[in-house]
T-cell receptor, first 114, second 114 residues
Framework: DSGVTQTPKHLITATGQRVTLRCSPR?????VYWYQQSLDQGLQFLIQ???????AKGNILERFSAQQFPDLHSELNLSSLELGDSALYFC?????????????FGPGTRLTVL | AQSVTQLDSQVPVFEEAPVELRCNYS??????LFWYVQYPNQGLQLLLK??????LVKGINGFEAEFNKSQTSFHLRKPSVHISDTAEYFC????????????FGQGTELSVKP
């Protein structure tokens, strides 16, 4: 158990819908990351937050947005869903949010768009 | 731009045999290198990381990796594998001034047979 929790575990929805994925970081970690894992794209970095502020951004679609709240939990919002958004979404956390940090990964949320 | 190439998508090996999983990276600046393991239906777990100093790094579960700057490689090795090592292995790279953004390779599926 990494100490990072993600809810829900599974999510099945239809095209065009909007969903919210939630992540609670390990106790003491200030930085949260979101990654997307799919068969064709592999593991892709989406976005990073540190203590409530955006720190780094990857190839995150405009339909996707995220935020980190004062209690340090984070939410990833996916809207106007398409079939291609079906993937495993991982949240990770680290202590300082630097390039040398070990990132601790949650178990993931499996999103299926029908 | 950063990129990571894992040269083998699948590596089948017999129990107690040695194994090497290959990883090459490209970057124009100094990098930090990581190997993560993903067991079925789980999140990623850090095996080992290279930040600086000795080019041979030892990790958990008997794994080690060697950083070779001239060949831009970071190959993962284990002298004797166990059935329980069956998993997907990911090489990743991060850079200073990119937050904690990790760029992952496509993964190598290690399958250990009795």
């Amino acid at each position: 158990d990494s100490g990072v929790t993600q809810t829900p575990k599974h999510l099945i929805t239809a095209t065009g819908q909007r969903v919210t994925l939630r992540c609670s970081p390990r106790s003491g970690d200030l930085s949260v990351y979101w990654y997307q894992q799919s068969l064709d794209q592999g593991l892709q970095f989406l976005i990073q937050y540190y203590n409530g502020e955006e720190r780094a951004k990857g190839n995150i679609l405009e339909r996707f947005s995220a935020q980190q709240f004062p209690d340090l939990h984070s939410e990833l919002n996916l809207s106007s869903l398409e079939l291609g958004d079906s993937a495993l979404y991982f949240c990770a956390s680290s202590e300082r949010g630097g390039a040398q940090d070990e990132q601790f990964f949650g178990p993931g949320t499996r999103l299926t768009v029908l | 731009a950063q990129s990571v190439t894992q040269l083998d998508s699948q590596v089948p090996v017999f129990e107690e045999a040695p194994v090497e999983l290959r990883c090459n990276y490209s970057s124009s600046v100094s990098v930090y290198l990581f190997w993560y393991v993903q067991y079925p239906n789980q999140g990623l777990q850090l095996l080992l990381k290279y930040l600086s100093g000795s080019t041979l790094v030892k990790g958990i579960n008997g794994f080690e990796a060697e950083f070779n700057k001239s060949q831009t490689s970071f190959h993962l090795r284990k002298p004797s594998v166990h059935i329980s090592d069956t998993a997907e292995y990911f090489c990743a790279v991060s850079e200073d001034n990119q937050g904690g953004k990790l760029i992952f390779g496509q993964g190598t599926e290690l399958s250990v047979k009795p």
